[in-house]
């Protein structure tokens, strides 16, 4: 055997890494044995940062943090290349006599196995052949799972170390491209450690002995193939058991646990979670709750699709906020407890039964769900009383003789009124036009106009569509909203400020113009309100939280928010606030900006006249007095840039009507090829009709019966959202000629069956991607009855035609055929259905319904829901009547 090539001590080492990897290093340790010497450092770390997609993805999925090991991989990395360290064998790879490179691990493969074998990679070049990639992750499970059971401290067996020795032989063996028929078994979904046990298994069974016969092998030797079975068990249990998938064995000093031993039945691991046991602990770190149920242990959050599915969902048009899943209340353990004083410690208290702990849980968790619901009688929402308090003190304060008072004063004011935060208000900036698009991240002022300007640069999150499609085909978007000053603050501004509008008046080039002058002492204003506004303001009585200038801000939007239960949309545009509650609505609603500015000029002149505020005619020196606005905004749109104009789909659907086949004689049988045209045009105009009238989403056949309209109520349920219990199942009002319209197809789609060949299919197999398909047929497909559901019929090369799933996407493939982009985005009816609803007026609350927009203690339809569905009917069915009569159509096919 040759002598080891020696290794440098591992100071060497760590005196050339970046600052602070001496403490990295020693972490690491703690979950990664690595050899003294750090024999292969170099390709090791170098391999790890090739698995870091791989590693994160696991990560994720175990809601774990492994950024230490990526962070220590590329800080030896950092080591550089003309350092001596890197020309070190020991460190690399050894080279032989013959010319051959060998790994320098030799005797530390049964002592550091993980570490060892992530020195090799596959053979195989990675940009021809798939197996390398199943290689990386293969070796990025064995070193998640590592972690895993260290950190978890699982101990299944401490004198075999959980088996990684068999292991990661095993894994080590593979990489030779001799190996490459063990990939045929682990393709496919191997990023899930559930299917990955399952290959596994399968391959465990295909290499039992007793299952092959040397004399058929081929080319294999079958001692090769059966060899290697050894290790797979070993490395399927690792992973099960570091998930929580698997129990791990009983094992007790390297000894099995006698089972029939002693009364109380068998020893049980202390540091496992058997799925027979429910436990809550307290997260000192966090001050939450963790609980599990049957095993499966997490932190209660939000659930999300990951970011695959969430580009897919943005590219069709679907907000991916709208497929949180928000069944689960994360609750405070003071709160819970009833203790919110509780000092939590690390030590064990006695915390009062788990059934008490579930019961309390159960009624906070509803309690939360009530208070999502923004009642107007909340108390956390600002009383009347409180704003006449507020704004009598600003008053008084104005008239003070002390300039800096009536700034500081005055700042706060426009706070108030423009609900914008202090800090913002001070950066304010004046504005010479209305409808340029300059870029002002803060609050802006027209004086001409009175009218003050806030940008939204972040609602909705997402690229912004072609300037071919903007104002042709969908609503022409404007970055800003305006609205008017209809309580006069702006008078004193501009009387403050009288020389700097002068200035800013007489040069035609400005403009954008910061609102101060040299005096401008934002700092000193902030010291004037804690000295004395703050004072004044408790005087009289108002909470603590009405008393400091950084909440004058939240004034408006307090009160806005529970003007309506359900309109989230207007405060999140008017005051430009992060809600996430009404995230879905901006994304899916186009509002116009002449509207946005009426509903925030008619609830701040109602609350003028509640107030008793004085006119600005008969008062010209109060602070807030009532103004008259008379400026008129053209038509403009602000928020969803994926919302159709009415004008276009009216156009559009007078195009397929005049396109579509005219209804004649009886088809003769061999005339096929009309007859299916003829179907393909009639499809496209009730899908477009249903995709209007109801808003569905563009998913795999969002609507699966046809005959489940319901038409006494003219109602019909959609369950196209993937939800595993159905909460977010919803009943759809229909407008009558939509109803007729569906009648008409169901009866067209008979007449087509009876002039169809015998040989044409009455069922077509689709994937059941929906958990409302699973749950119905327990399979992973399912058969759509053609004779009750929309559908398409494609031409084959071998002269037949065939039936085509409806779905969004087919749906905007047709409508591109008649005018490329007509159908803006596969989700285009549900963008404008929500945008129309909105411009007609109907109820926020209504329209949350009908869109499936509800957010958590919202929901219209729950055993706990007041929602009353008569009322609900007669609100949206006549603005669907109105929008089915606009855009041309009557209840008969063409």
């Known amino acids: 055997m040759a002598p080891r090539t020696e290794a440098p001590p591992l100071d060497a080492i760590l005196d050339e890494m970046p600052a602070g990897s001496r403490e990295l290093w020693s972490h690491l340790e703690q979950e990664f044995p690595i050899p003294p010497d750090a024999r292969g450092l170099f390709p090791i770390a170098e391999n790890v940062l090739e698995l ?68 090799w990679r596959h053979q195989l070049d990675p940009h ?138 068998p020893r049980r ?22 609980v599990s149920w049957g095993g499966r242990m997490g932190q209660i959050k939000l659930n999300r699709p990951d970011e695959k599915i969430q580009t897919e969902l943005k590219e069709a ?43 309390n849980a159960r009624a906070k968790a509803r309690h939360v769900a009530m208070h999502a619901q923004r009642l107007s009688v909340e108390r956390r929402r600002i009383r009347l009383s409180e704003i006449r308090l507020i704004m009598s003190v600003l008053e008084e304060l104005f008239h003070e003789s002390d300039r800096s008072f009536r700034l500081t004063a005055l700042l706060g004011a426009v706070s108030l009124v423009t609900g914008t935060a202090y800090q913002s208000v001070c950066s304010m900036v004046v504005l010479r036009s209305l409808t340029r698009h300059e870029k002002v991240r803060h609050l802006a002022f027209n004086p001409d106009h009175d009218m003050w300007i806030r940008s939204l640069f972040y609602a909705p999150i997402r690229a912004p569509m072609g300037q071919e499609m903007s104002g042709k085909q969908a609503v022409e978007m404007s ?46 204003y902030l010291r004037k309100w804690d000295e004395k506004i703050a004072e004044r303001m408790a005087l009289a009585g108002l909470e603590r939280r009405w008393q400091k200038i950084d909440n004058m801000g939240d004034v408006l939007p307090s009160w806005f928010a529970g003007l309506e239960e359900g309109a989230h949309l207007e405060n999140r545009l008017l005051f430009d606030r992060p809600d996430p509650m009404a995230q879905t609505h901006a994304y899916y609603t186009a509002f116009q900006r002449a509207e946005l500015a009426g509903y925030y000029a008619n609830e701040l002149g109602g609350l003028a006249e509640r107030l008793d505020l004085p006119s600005r005619d008969s008062n010209t020196h109060a602070l807030f007095a009532s103004k008259a606005s008379c400026v008129t905004i053209d038509e403009s749109w602000v928020g969803n840039d994926r919302a159709p104009r009415v004008e276009h789909l009216k156009a559009f659907m007078e195009r397929v009507r005049a396109k579509a ?164 985005v596969a989700n285009a009816g549900r963008h404008f259905l929500r945008t129309y609803l909105t411009h007609q007026g109907v109820a926020a609350t209504a329209i949350n319904a009908q869109m499936g927009h509800w957010s958590y203690g919202e929901e219209p339809w729950t055993p706990h829901s007041a929602f009353d569905p008569v009322q609900f009917r007669n609100e949206v069915r006549p603005a669907l009547d109105a929008l089915m009569e606009q855009l041309g159509f009557d209840g008969r096919l063409p």
């Open 52 to 119: 870091k997609e791989n590693i994160e993805c696991l990560a994720n999925q175990a809601d774990e943090d492994f950024s230490h090991l990526i962070a220590w991989a590329e800080a030896v990395g950092c080591i550089p290349l003309e350092s001596e360290l890197r020309q070190l064998p020991a460190l690399t790879r050894i080279r032989e006599s013959s010319g051959a490179f060998k790994s320098p691990l030799h005797g530390y493969n049964g002592t550091y196995p993980v570490w060892c074998a992530l020195w």
């Open 661 to 824: 086949p005219q209804v004649g004689s009886p088809y003769h049988r061999r005339d096929m090829s009309r007859l299916c045209e003829q179907h393909n045009w009639r499809t496209l105009y009730v899908g477009l009709a249903l995709a209007l009238g109801t808003g569905f989403r563009s998913v795999r056949t969002p609507v699966t019966d046809l005959t489940a309209v319901h038409e006494a109520s003219q109602t019909m349920l959609l369950a196209e959202k993937d939800q595993w219990d159905g909460r977010h199942t919803r009943l759809v009002v229909l407008p009558e000629a939509l109803v007729t319209l569906v009648k008409a197809y169901r009866r067209h789609l008979s007449q087509l069956f009876l002039q169809f060949p015998v040989s044409f299919p009455l069922l077509l197999k689709v994937p059941a991607t929906k958990n409302r398909d699973r749950s119905r047929y327990g399979s992973a497909g399912f058969h759509l009855d053609l004779r009750r559901t929309l559908f398409f019929l494609a031409w084959q090369e071998r002269g037949r035609w065939h039936p085509e799933e409806f779905t969004g996407a087919t749906l905007k493939k047709h409508c591109d055929a008649i005018e490329p982009d007509a159908w803006p």
């Open 479 to 524: 970055p800003r909203v305006v609205f008017p000053d209809v309580w006069g603050v702006s008078d004193h501004l501009k009387n403050e400020f009288v020389q700097e509008l002068i200035e800013f008046s007489i040069n035609p080039r400005a403009r954008i113009q910061p609102f101060r002058s040299k005096s401008w002492r934002p700092a000193a």
């Open 317 to 359: 048009g679907l907000d991916p906020d709208e497929y949180d899943d928000l069944s689960n209340v994360e609750l405070d353990i003071g709160y819970l407890l009833g203790e919110e004083d509780r000092d939590i410690s690390s030590e064990s208290e006695p915390l009062p039964p788990l059934s008490t702990i579930f019961a």
């Open 269 to 290: 691991i202390q540091h496992y979670i058997y799925p027979d046991h429910s436990y809550y602990q307290v997260l000192s770190e966090y001050g939450a709750t963790e």
């Open 128 to 265: 021809s052949s798939h197996i390398p990639g199943i290689y990386k992750w293969l070796q990025a499970h064995m070193v998640v799972a590592h972690i895993l059971l260290r950190r978890n401290e699982v101990h299944i067996s401490k004198d075999r170390k959980p088996g990684w020795k068999d292991s990661a032989r095993r894994i080590r063996c593979w990489h030779e491209a001799r190996y490459d028929w063990v990939f045929d078994y682990l393709a496919g979904d191997i990023s899930k450690p559930e299917y990955l046990i399952g290959a596994l298994d399968e391959l465990t069974e295909w290499l039992n002995p007793a299952d092959h016969d040397p004399r058929r092998m081929g080319s294999m030797q079958s001692s090769d193939v059966l060899g290697q079975r050894h290790g797979i068990p070993e490395f399927k249990n690792n992973i099960a058991f570091a998930h929580g998938l698997m129990r791990p064995p009983e094992f007790e000093g390297g000894k099995k646990l006698n089972k029939n031993k002693g009364k109380r039945g």
